[in-house]
Every structure is written in C-alpha cells, then in structure tokens.
C-alpha cells in the first residue's frame, strides 16, 4: 500500500532514530576544523572533515568557555559530542562538548570530559571549600597500609604535634579495585572514627597507577565528606581529580601531615615571645605615664609666678605621690597578671609536661596512643615521646597495678 508522509513527519522520524541511539551519543570524531564562525551569541559553528567526507558541528557558548582549546580554522582536533537532527533544515550536525589537540592520549580524554562533567555539576567549586581545625584531636588517613605514605604521615605527625591521633583506614591505591576500596575506607572514617580531618592520597605513579583518583565515585565521596579532607596523591606536578574536589591539595603527603597540624615547638615559642612583648608594652606604658607628669609639672613652672608655683607644688605633691602610688599598684597588678597568665601557659604547655618526667607512648604498629597496658602486649614495639626526643622499644613485661592511682586516665 502506497504510503505518503510529509516532510515534518519524515524529520521528526529522523530525529527520533539519530537521537534515540545510544552509539551516536557518545561520539569521539578525529578530523580538521573547516568553515569556523563565530556567532554574536557566542556560539561556534564549525564543518570536520577528512580527505573524503564532512560533517557540520556546533559547540555552544558555555561549553566553548569551558574548553582549554579553542578551535581554530585547520586544526587537527579529536571532539566528543553527540549528534542531533535539526528540522528546520533538514540536517545532522555534531553537537561537541570536548575539543583536544591531536595525539591526545585516550585517557587524557577521558579525564578531561570527566573534569569538565564535574566541575560543571560544581564539584571543584572553590566556594565551598572547608578551613582545616587549627588542632585537630583525631586524624583519619587513607592511603595503603604498607605503602612509605603511611609512615612518612606517622613521623610528621609525631615530630609537630605528638598531641594528634592518627587512625589508619587502610585501602588500595591502584588497579581496578582501588576506587570501591578508597570510598570505603571514606566512609568508615567518617561513621565510625570520626575524625577532624582527613589525608587521603598515595606516592607518585603514571597517569594510568593514580587513575583511581580521578574515577567519579571516589571525587564524589570527597565532596560528600562531612569533614575537610587534604589530598595528596603523587608528587608535586601530579593532579588528580580528587585534588581538586578536596578541601586542601598538598603536593607530597608529607605535605600534607605538615598541613593538617601546628608545630607544638612554634606554639610554644610563639607564647614566650607574647610573654616578653606584654611585659615591654607594660614597662612602656609606665614610662609613658611617667613622663607626662614630669611635662605637666614643667610647664606649671613656665607659666606660673613663683608664689603660685610654690603653693601648686604643695598642693600637686599629695597628687604626685598618689598617681605614682596608683601607676606601681598598676604595674603591680598588670605584672602579677602576666606572671599568672605565663604560669597558666607554661602548665598547660605539654613540653612542660614531658620535661617533669612524662611522655606520650604510642604503639609503632598501629600509630595509636598507649593508655593503658593492654594495649602494649609483650613483644609489641612502642615509641615514647620524650622533652628532647624519642625512644624506641620493644614490650618485655605487663603489669597491671590495682591501685586507684593507676586505675585513673591518665591520657597521654
């Protein structure tokens, strides 16, 4: 039977079959930019060809912005895009969303088309970027449990601010389990350590060892975190996705321990110093004071015959005496406060602390604190933190005392 349609149902027939299939919407086309302009609105349109055919595409203005090539007229590109019928004029055209140079490797591509996805949808967003706690108490750390990441984190940790907790989530930083095993350890840390902060990366690697770094669920998990994270995959010229949906970047992971807590030695400085500058600031003051009455009384002198002169002294002397009395019990005061102040610093000072005979004693196995004896098994390798360095040693006896002294927390 003889069947005749018009031209809108025939088009509208074409749009369906081209923009319904699956194949023709991820689309990567290798060719040369031809016939390029430039609308008013923004838009670029633009035919690819080879040596035996062509093809019209169309790339809109806020992904023309987004690209980090800009095409130009007899470029060699590779593009992804989709393609799309249009019915007005009755023709195909590719619509692109990513144009790389030539000799573009496969996985660069797919690394820019998906940091380009991301950091549309605002994952990069540096707006909603998180300030580090300035101490933290608890530090979650992602990486390999037997990788150099963990312990060069251990000794920055250990040397700056022994105060902090590491927690290990261990995970695989490479190969196609990677990825599941990263967002696990994420999750773990975040539902049952709670810690303030989290470092996640590894060492440095090719493209293809840090690819589980820049695989969608992990940069996700990232930027759903409930707390910062500093990330540290690589070495300094290394970026992955997960750097830029992190919180922080740190070029090394040592870095980035470096970056996760103060330095208890600078602390401690930074107090005598405020000590000192208080104690000068008040002497200053004093001397300050004390030379405006001398002025005072010097121009009386002046400007005063000597009969006035002689009877204001006599009635300035009460006063003198008084406003020096009130300036020393001033300075008492202010010197008595500064001592109290500096004794309370100097208690609270863990330096201090370790200098009276204490030191913090931390399990070299799993970076966790030793509380109480049976966390320090026989044969278990522990690292005391002393006043002026560090001790190893190895478990040789456990006792546990009954005493209510020993039954008291003592942290630390």
Partial sequence: MLRIVSIDQLTSLLKVLVEDDDDLQDLWVDGEVSNLSVARSGHAYFTLRDEASQLSAVMWRTTLARQKMIPREGDR???????????????????????????????????????????????????????????????????????????????????????????????????????????????????????????????????????????????????????????????ETDMTLSDYAADVRAPTPSTAAEIAVPDLSAINDALNEAHVRIRVEMQNRLEQSLQ???????????????AAVTSLRRDLAPLEDRLHLAIRQRLQFARHDTDAFHEVLEALNPHALMCRGFSFVYNMDTGSPVREVSQAQPGTSVRAVLADGELTAQVTDVRRHSSPLAERDVSG
């Fill in 292 to 306: 405006v009455l001398d002025d005072m009384q010097a121009r009386l002198a002046r400007v005063s015959p000597t």
């Fill in 77 to 235: 590109v590779i593009a992804h895009g989709s393609m799309t019928f249009y019915q007005p004029r009755g023709t195909l055209q590719l619509q692109v969303d990513l144009l790389q140079p030539q000799g573009t490797g496969l996985l660069q591509l797919r690394l820019e088309e998906r940091r380009q996805k991301l950091e549309a949808e605002g994952i990069f967003d540096p707006s909603r970027k998180r300030p580090l706690p300035l101490f933290p108490g608890r530090i979650g750390v992602v990486t390999s449990a037997t990788g150099a990441v963990w312990h060069d984190i251990q000794q920055v940790v250990g040397r700056r601010f022994p105060l902090a907790h590491l927690i290990l989530s261990p995970a695989s930083v490479q190969g196609e389990t990677a990825p599941d095993s990263l967002v696990k350890a994420l999750v773990y840390l975040q539902e049952v350590a709670e810690p303030d902060v989290i470092i996640i990366g590894r060492g440095g690697g090719s493209l293809e060892d840090l690819w589980a770094f820049n695989d969608e669920r992990v940069v996700r998990a990232i930027f759903a975190s409930r707390v910062p994270i500093v990330s540290a995959v690589g070495h």
